[in-house]
């Protein structure tokens, strides 16, 4: 959402236009915690703001159904050329709406209906089209879940449980197995998961929703040419536009091509196309490494303020960009769903999260997901990360005290003021 944009709805549509000002305005003046969000830039905002919004385009480049593409086909093939080699890959399809369908069309790609599918369960930090029951790839496939180690006091446990995968994959037989989370923070290393792939004869999924950033920067290992097919959405740490894309090599491009396409989607989009382009030329730049190098680090520094405030770190730190507090050291008595509340009142926007063998349901909840892709992007460092975390600290002693709130959100305004993302926009 540019400044321009908001101008152009404001000229028909002043209702809108206040309502986009506000969100604007609320994205500038109060902390983005929220580990699989980001601040796009404004050159992205503006390619999804561009005429390529107008175009159908059902097809690939060169092989559309529909006249007038040959501009768009431009935009597509430089958003595949530049993903390609931004992770190494031989093909990419980057008109997945979203990381959902992506996952859908990676699944069609591989397996059939019915197939065993063995995947991390969402409770443990895995993700809803991990065939969770109530997604439709939990109707569809048969999912196996595996899960975390047990807690452990010296830190090491809460590490994806790689004999316990093995253990169910020899008994179970999947046809595919799937890597990857979305509430875990360590490094994943593609290796072990090809070789257990490989033992069962099974394919392998790495669905990199949220280090994909991380790995572009070089700080997380690459699956790519590890997995057979690798998933993603654009907007997280890879800090694009909202959507998703597939790499994989050229044996499997036409599979995944015709699982998108006419598989699940209709039409792309090819304005989100074209700012997903945007985005890659980005992260090919030099000081993208940089960004993800500062992400990690401020996650660690954010991680180890909130442990000395009395916080309990799931898996005992963070290796990525996110940190997963277990509130109940903290305050026994503390829900994720209170405190999520009480914090964005107070203008700290983040999420409850379960958490491993989490006593409390999911809309409750024990734990809290932070990251730091956003204040990141907007030049935040570890000074500031230790600021966020007495804030937080501040908040929670007292959740749900108004005054509180009010104290902590105009600590967290003044704060905001020095890390404005969108200083350049003139709302
Ligand atoms: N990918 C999820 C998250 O991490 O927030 C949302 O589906």
Redesign the pocket.
């Known amino acids: 959402m540019s400044s321009w944009a908001i101008d152009q709805v404001g000229t028909i549509d002043e209702e809108l236009a206040a309502i986009l000002k506000n969100e604007l305005s609320r994205q500038r003046t109060t902390l983005q915690l929220?580990?699989?969000e980001n601040f796009t830039s404004p050159a992205v905002m503006a390619a999804t703001a561009s005429v390529l919004t107008n175009k159908y385009a059902e097809g690939y480049p060169s092989k559309r159904y529909y006249g007038g593409n040959r501009i768009v086909d431009e935009a597509e093939d430089l958003a595949r050329q530049r993903v390609c080699a931004l992770f190494g890959a031989e093909h990419a399809n980057v008109q997945p709406h979203s990381?959902a369908s992506a996952n859908l069309a990676a699944y069609m790609a591989l397996v059939n209906p019915g197939d065993t599918i063995m995947a991390m369960s969402l409770d443990q930090g895995g993700?809803?089209t991990h065939g969770s029951p109530v997604s439709i790839t939990g109707k569809i496939y048969r999912f196996v879940p595996y899960g975390v180690t047990p807690y452990s006091k010296d830190g090491s446990g809460e590490r994806i449980d790689l004999e316990q995968l093995r253990d169910l994959a020899k008994k179970e037989n999947p046809k595919l197995i799937v890597a990857g989370t979305?509430?875990y923070t360590r490094i994943i290393d593609p290796l072990p998961f090809r070789q257990i792939a490989d033992e069962v004869g099974a394919k392998l999924l790495f669905d990199v929703?949220?280090p994909a950033g991380l790995i572009a920067g070089g700080v997380h290992p690459n699956p790519v040419g590890i997995a057979d097919v690798v998933t993603f959405?654009t907007h997280k740490t890879l800090r694009g536009p909202r959507g998703g894309a597939i790499l994989t090599g050229a044996e499997l491009a036409k599979a995944v091509d015709s699982a998108v396409f006419p598989g699940l989607q209709g039409g792309p989009l090819e304005h989100v196309i074209a700012a997903k382009a945007v985005a890659f030329f980005e992260a090919l730049q030099p000081s993208f490494k940089e960004y993800a190098e500062r992400a990690v680090l401020n996650a660690k520094a954010l991680a180890a303020a909130l442990s000395e405030l009395g916080f309990r770190l799931v898996s005992g730190g963070t290796e990525n960009h996110q940190v997963l507090l277990d509130l109940r050291t903290f305050d026994a008595e503390l829900t994720g769903k209170a405190a999520q509340d009480s914090l964005d009142r107070a203008g700290i926007t983040c999420?409850r999260n379960q958490i491993p063998n989490d006593p409390r349901p999911p809309f409750v909840t024990s734990g809290l997901r932070l990251g730091t892709p956003a204040e990141t992007t907007a030049g935040m460092g570890q000074e500031e990360m230790a600021v966020i975390a007495s804030l937080i600290a501040k908040v929670l002693r007292r959740c749900g005290d108004e005054e509180t709130e009010k104290e902590v959100l105009h600590e967290v305004h003044e704060l905001c003021a020095q890390f404005d993302p969108y200083r350049s926009l003139s709302v």
């Open positions: 929220i580990a699989s990381g993700h809803l979305t509430a929703a949220h959405t999420n």
